[in-house]
């Protein structure tokens, strides 16, 4: 054969391998630009697991009508234009995928309103058809993004689809997850036409530990040490529990992003393994938490991985020695806390 550039439609359904892997990655990506957007709620309503419809509305920014059937192109997005922009990236996302790649392999509508545009209007992109058309539609401030039939077009991927309960539990776990990193933001997931999931928007410390709780359990809560610390442009702050809990909890945010990362979970084994050495803590129990790091942008690349679950810290030693510095810190409050006061 000879070389030839591929068709738009097909590189989008080749990159839509490593993005959309299942519903739970869709949402995933959906609610990230909701919460882009600066939606301050975020209705989810699925049917089937997600592998029939997914739906996400919100009350963010919204898109421009001349610019609707460009944010469905690939490398297409507003949040970034140069690299400078990329190594100081606040947003979830920058690479202008998601959208491209889910409609290359469903039936994807985008509706939306500017809060500043008199009209709404919609986009429909099927699958094959490349060049989308737009219409006027009724829609109020924000957007809707409406996600059909995933894989109908791909079907040796329709074949990887597990169950509706399977599905849902991973949409569960990705809603969980971005409700605990977001909870000043309200999100209503809801099943087959049933409300199933409800966070309320949290804007006091109260509410937010309430959040928490109700993601991570009581018992989480109840046995969680609690820590926050900040020095120079690094700030840290959650809970970590290290009891054997039923169920492993382990989320860690850097700059409101969910990674997975050996440093913090070695940095925080340390702190204890020095601070308890003789206490109830027993080394080899595994520790359950929910960490917000907050750095300097410059100071992570996040653009490791195309589902961004990693990120590289540029200064690996340091941020690793501040977050063993805060455990020990909140390790050791929590032990003058419980001794007898002498007065
Ligand atoms: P990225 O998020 O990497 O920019 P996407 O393909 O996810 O790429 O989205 C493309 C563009 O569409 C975004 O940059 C944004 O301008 C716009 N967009 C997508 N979803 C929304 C939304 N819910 N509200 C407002 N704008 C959105
Ligand atoms: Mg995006």
């Not at 301050?40 to 059937?69: F, N, P, V």
């Not at 997931?189 to 009581?218: F, P, W």
Request: net charge negative; charged share 25%.
């Amino acid at each position: 054969m000879a070389i030839h550039i591929l068709p738009p439609q097909l590189a989008n359904q080749i990159a839509a391998g490593e993005v959309v892997e299942r519903p739970a990655s869709i949402i995933k990506e959906l609610v990230e630009n909701s919460i882009d957007a600066g939606a301050r709620r975020i209705d989810i309503d699925i049917e089937q697991g997600g592998c029939k419809l997914i739906r996400i509305r919100d009350d963010g920014s919204g898109i421009h009508k001349e610019e609707l059937a460009l944010a469905l192109a690939r490398h297409a997005t507003s949040k970034i234009s140069t690299l400078d922009d990329l190594e100081a990236i606040i947003s979830l996302g920058f690479r202008g995928e998601a959208l491209a790649s889910i409609s290359s392999v469903s039936r994807l509508t985008l509706t939306s309103k500017p809060a500043e545009q008199a009209e709404a209007w919609q986009v429909y992109a099927e699958g094959r058809d490349m060049s989308p058309v737009i219409k006027p539609a009724s829609h109020p401030a924000g957007t809707t993004v409406e996600v059909l039939d995933i894989f109908y077009n791909t079907p040796a991927r329709r074949r990887f689809l597990k169950t509706e309960k399977t599905e849902f539990s991973h949409i569960d776990e990705v809603v969980r997850r971005i409700a605990l990193a977001y909870p000043n933001v309200a999100f209503n997931l809801q099943h087959n036409g049933k409300l199933v999931k409800q966070y309320r928007a949290a804007d006091t410390e109260q509410m937010i530990e309430k959040r928490v709780a109700s993601i991570c359990g009581i018992n989480f809560m109840q046995k969680a040490i609690k820590l926050s610390w900040q020095h120079d442009d690094l700030s840290i702050h959650g809970w970590v529990a290290p009891n054997a809990l039923q169920e492993q909890l382990q989320y860690f945010y850097v700059n409101g992003r969910v990674v997975k990362d050996r440093l913090l979970n070695h940095a925080l084994k340390q702190a204890f393994l020095e601070t308890c050495k003789s206490s109830v803590y027993s080394t080899d129990e595994t520790l359950s938490y929910v960490i917000y790091l907050d750095l300097d942008p410059h100071q992570v690349d996040v653009n490791v991985h195309p589902a961004k679950h990693e990120v590289r810290f540029h200064e690996a030693r340091l941020v690793h020695d501040f977050v063993y510095q805060a455990m020990i810190m909140a390790l050791n409050t929590q032990k003058n806390q419980a001794l007898p006061q002498n007065d």
